[in-house]
């Protein structure tokens, strides 16, 4: 699967603008870097996708409850975290172009090309060889594939042994080694490579009587951790149980130019899944599977995604996996699924001073759970659908459209409710079905323009459906429901319309 690439993110952006899914923040002023507001078709696109997560999370699992946590908490929440001692990123400038990078993305990216070089070979290699390919045994024997294999491992390792050993000179040093240049200058000029905490901070209180330094949070998690006794005695919830929360992050991330794929104020949908110790493998290997029948329900294929296992594992994880997207600028991280153990129960038991533990009423024991979480960023989710969605088609008539094939369960509007022509009674029947359909789903009513224009501005925003309203409808109350993708027509009764519209938007697992 080829990346669209860069011209393609470019069209998806001023597209994004041009129909009312998002604008850059205080844009009258010239904007502010990495933060950016949701127009009404992104609103609506943003709230499905949360109801879609919320519901399959929470109202799916009968042992998942929900959170809404303050974005401030406790400074010392961000101590026993690890967020005030090592949410750093290690940060290089190049002195040519004074641009900014994380060097870890510099490496990441000179990887990303050994990645490139390999799939290009097996896909050269699948063509030659036909159907009698054999793509393992390729991956494991070509010469040029194994070099480049090993290459990704060596440099894998030696970053990160250097940042383990805090050695950010290794780090620089390994830049150099590979040759890495500035994209913008073509230079290797480097300056010497910092660490860079993200956690925002202010103050809370007036400054006269010792205001506290607090911190805008830099994930929704925390919040689940400190109040996870909260939640399961007043919940009455038995191991295993999961706490799901959707919410604000801030991050001062470093490289911000990524649209919003990196944003500095940005919402995740994050889960917990409290386990007993010794039942974590199991959950994680659950929740990875679950995690990406959610991501494939949706209808988008699955040559848009790749499970990434992480060879090295942050100190207080067991397990990890990255569920990846092809977005048009490369395969990047969506998703990640971790196996935390007990690490931030237990830090927070350490530092607050409080019992963390469970109470096992089958074992007559109380533990520290451990625990699985799934972190998705929602505004990453929403460019993902983007990504996928965006299309600009050549039809068979010869013109062009672009469509949005955005996953019609999530779409902003559902169907558009089109009268024909602007007279002989058409738009007082539109009106009428608009206003019984109007309870059902969020609906569009448009009589201005010629129908084929009216039908191309829905595709541009991803309406799935939508119905004409001509002079046979008044005589025999039937409709024209039209299709985004496929453009088929088909005739139906007014008052099947909302059942059509239900069964085909539905994204339930068919029986
Ligand atoms: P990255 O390596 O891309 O910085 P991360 O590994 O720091 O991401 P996590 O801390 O695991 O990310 O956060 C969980 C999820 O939150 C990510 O998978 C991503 O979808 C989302 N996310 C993280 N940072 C941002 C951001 N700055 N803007 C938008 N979404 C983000």
Same mark, same amino acid.
């Given at each position: ?230 939640? !399961? =005695?007043? %919940?009455?919830? $038995? #191991? ?7 919410? +604000? ?5 470093? @490289? ?92 927070? !038991? =350490?530092? %607050?001073?409080? $019992? #963390? ?7 007559? +024991? ?5 625990? @699985? ?139």
């Amino acid at each position: 699967m080829a990346s669209k690439g860069e011209d393609q993110f470019k069209k998806i952006i001023s597209h994004c603008k041009e129909y009312g899914f998002i604008y850059p923040s205080s844009e009258i002023y010239d904007g502010l870097s990495a933060v950016y507001d949701y127009g009404p078709n992104g609103a609506e696109l943003k709230n499905n996708i949360k109801d879609y997560w919320w519901k399959s999370m929470v109202q799916h699992h009968e042992n998942i409850v929900g959170l809404d946590a303050a974005i401030f908490m406790h400074p010392t929440v961000w101590k026993a975290s690890g967020h005030l001692e090592a949410f750093n990123d290690p940060l290089i400038d190049n002195k040519d172009s004074k641009k900014r990078y994380r060097a870890d993305i510099l490496i990441e990216d000179y990887i990303a090309k050994l990645e490139d070089k390999i799939q290009k070979e097996v896909e050269k290699a699948a063509k030659r060889f036909g159907e009698k390919f054999d793509e393992k045994m390729f991956r494991e024997t070509n010469p040029r594939v194994m070099a480049n294999r090993e290459k990704i491992e060596s440099i894998n390792s030696r970053f990160v042994k250097a940042m383990e050993e805090e050695r950010l000179d290794d780090v620089k040093a390994l830049i150099e080694e590979l040759g890495i240049a500035c994209p913008v200058s073509g230079s290797k000029n480097w300056t010497e490579v910092r660490q860079f905490n993200l956690m925002f901070n202010t103050k809370m209180g007036s400054l006269s009587d010792g205001a506290n330094e607090v911190y805008l949070r830099p994930e929704t998690a925390q919040g689940i951790f400190v109040n996870y006794l909260n939640v !399961q =005695k007043t %919940s009455r919830m $038995k #191991l295993p149980f999961g706490i799901a929360q959707v919410g +604000k992050a801030f991050r001062n991330e470093i @490289v911000a130019r990524q649209f919003i794929f990196r944003m500095r104020e940005f919402e995740q949908m994050e889960m917990q899944y409290f386990v007993t110790p010794g039942q974590e493998k199991e959950w994680f290997e659950y929740w990875k599977k679950e995690r990406m029948r959610w991501h494939l329900a949706m209808g988008i294929p699955e040559k848009f995604f790749r499970v990434h296992e992480h060879e090295k594992l942050a100190h207080y994880a067991n397990a990890a996996v990255d569920i990846e997207f092809w977005f048009p600028f490369g395969l990047k991280e969506l998703e990640g699924v971790h196996s935390r153990t007990d690490f931030d129960l237990g830090a927070h !038991q =350490k530092f %607050s001073g409080k $019992k #963390l533990q469970y109470f096992d009423p089958e074992t007559n +024991k109380s533990y520290v759970p451990y625990v @699985v979480e799934t972190s998705i960023g929602l505004d990453r989710m929403f460019l993902a659908i983007l990504s996928y969605a965006y299309n600009e088609e050549k039809l068979e008539d010869g013109s062009e459209r672009v469509v949005m094939n955005i996953p019609p369960a999530l779409a902003p509007v559902k169907v558009a409710v089109l009268p024909l022509l602007k007279k002989d009674g058409l738009p007082e029947k539109a009106r009428e079905i608009f206003d019984r359909l109007k309870y059902d789903f969020n609906c569009h009513y448009e009589e201005k323009d010629a129908i084929g224009r009216r039908y191309r501005r829905q595709d541009a925003i991803g309406t799935p459906y939508c119905i004409t309203i001509d002079h046979d409808t008044l005589k025999d109350n039937s409709v024209t429901i039209r299709e985004r993708d496929s453009m088929e027509q088909d005739r139906i009764p007014i008052e099947k319309i909302s059942a059509v519209v239900a069964e085909r938007i539905d994204i339930r697992p068919k029986k």
